[in-house]
Nanobody
Framework: VQLVESGGGLVQAGGSLRLSCAASGSIFSIATMGWHRQAPGEQRELVATITRGGNTNYADSVKGRFTISRDNAKNTVYLQMNSLKPEDTAVYYC??????????WGQGTQVTVSS
């Protein structure tokens, strides 16, 4: 199983970015998909999750600004990030619960928001 992330980069405050994470390989089913982030010197924190049925959960700090979605046919999860703030700067990791094997993590993608 391989998770490939894309979409990170440098953006000014108030701007937008869209992250993607595609799972590939021998996959029977995927349950919850999500995004976490880790800023320098900080612990990794949950940003958002989405179940296979589409139920979503967000960290309070991103509610109303970020939207998580998924395409089950493509085994892909997305994170649309709007109204970005400098405090959103972090490495963003996707996390995917794959059948009986548990959670897999992406390699991480850097998001930098300048003020």
């Amino acid at each position: 199983v391989q998770l490939v992330e894309s979409g990170g980069g440098l953006v000014q405050a108030g701007g937008s970015l869209r992250l993607s994470c595609a799972a590939s390989g021998s996959i029977f089913s995927i349950a919850t998909m999500g995004w976490h982030r880790q800023a320098p010197g900080e612990q990794r924190e949950l940003v958002a999750t989405i179940t296979r049925g589409g139920n979503t959960n967000y960290a309070d700090s991103v509610k109303g600004r970020f939207t998580i979605s998924r395409d089950n046919a493509k085994n892909t999860v997305y994170l649309q990030m709007n109204s970005l703030k400098p405090e959103d700067t972090a490495v963003y990791y996707c996390a995917v619960d794959i059948d009986w094997r548990g959670k897999y993590w992406g390699q991480g993608t850097q998001v930098t928001v300048s003020s």
